[in-house]
């Protein structure tokens, strides 16, 4: 319980702390669906007030969760062995390892339904997966080893891949990682 | 008003009409987020367990609506003028200009809501986008055109590129339709 009538900085990291804690506890458990203010506050032990200084909606302290690591805390890393599709295929897997346990599934539909709500959210989504840092920067080596057309969109083709990522978790009934290792395959793989 | 008190086919037929218009109306209104059975059935005038005798939830009612083309009523169409990367291009700029507008990227920021809650909602959405009927089909048209290698993997280029435009419309701020575009020439023109 943080006290909520000390003053000063110290009381703000403690208030801060707390909430931003019970937002990534209450997500996990409960989903984005039925997550609120009134129950982050309960569940930190401060007035909604107090979050409302601060945050202006639950999408909000979701977007400050994922960029803090809070909710996705593994590095996907991108390896370099020199072998562009088989590196993509590393990291990809790595990434659809958390889909196929139902938690995880269900934590990342709690993302993309988050990021319905704040497009910080989407910003951070894809950084929390290692697209940004990682991946596009793998990319681009494959450009620079040739094994990729210079003019080959990186942003771009990242992108695509974390949507094909979302498209899957959107259709849970039909889980299929293997055809989007086939898309990557294709994709990144030498053409004769 | 649908008059709750009468009974058989009749009434079942004006009150589904009367409910689906309601949630169509009320999606189009305020977006996923504030719509409830309640809100609903209020707006259908009929009782919200009349709702919960046919669809489990609003995310079941949404897909309903989007399988009946009453949330998103345009027909999107892939030309086939013999150029594949060409074609897609028209498709992709018809699909995107829905986004341009402020209301057609909050109906497809809120569709991808639903379909984080209803597994059928992300089915019907790639569907009612033409990306199953039109996009995947010619698609297969470019490998029997020799433009593209017959091990290309179809379905996924098409999910892929859905989830691109998906990732685009949650990162609402920095909108720009040309990377996609640049994407799909990237996959879809002939290499040299």
Redesign the interface.
């Known amino acids: 319980m943080v006290n909520e009538h000390r003053s000063g900085p110290v009381r703000s990291t403690a208030a801060r702390e707390a909430i931003l804690d019970a937002t990534a506890r209450l997500f996990h458990n409960q989903g984005?669906?039925r997550l609120t203010i009134q129950g982050i506050a309960k569940e930190a032990g401060v007035g909604k007030q107090t979050i409302y200084r601060w945050w202006p909606s639950r999408g909000a302290l979701i977007g400050e969760c994922l960029a803090e690591g809070r909710l996705i805390p593994v590095d996907f890393v991108v390896p370099d062995t020199g072998d562009l599709a088989a590196d993509v295929e590393t990291w990809l897997r790595s990434v659809l390892s958390i889909l196929e346990a139902p938690e995880g599934g269900a934590l990342l539909?709690?993302l993309?339904?988050a990021?319905?709500?704040d497009?910080g959210?989407?910003?951070h989504?894809?950084e929390s997966l290692g697209v940004e840092k990682y991946l596009t920067e793998r990319i681009r080596g494959g450009i620079r080893d040739g094994q990729l057309?210079t003019?080959?969109?990186v942003?771009?083709?990242g992108?695509?891949?974390?949507?094909?990522?979302?498209?899957?978790s959107?259709?849970?009934?039909h889980h299929d990682s293997e055809?989007?290792v086939?898309?990557t395959r294709?994709l990144f793989s030498p053409?004769s």
Chains 1, 2 share one sequence.
Do not use: M, N
């Open positions: 984005y669906d539909r709690s993309v339904a990021a319905t709500e497009a959210v989407g910003a989504l894809g057309p003019d080959a969109p942003e771009q083709l992108r695509a891949i974390l949507g094909a990522i979302i498209v899957e959107l259709g849970r009934e055809s989007i086939h898309l294709f053409r």
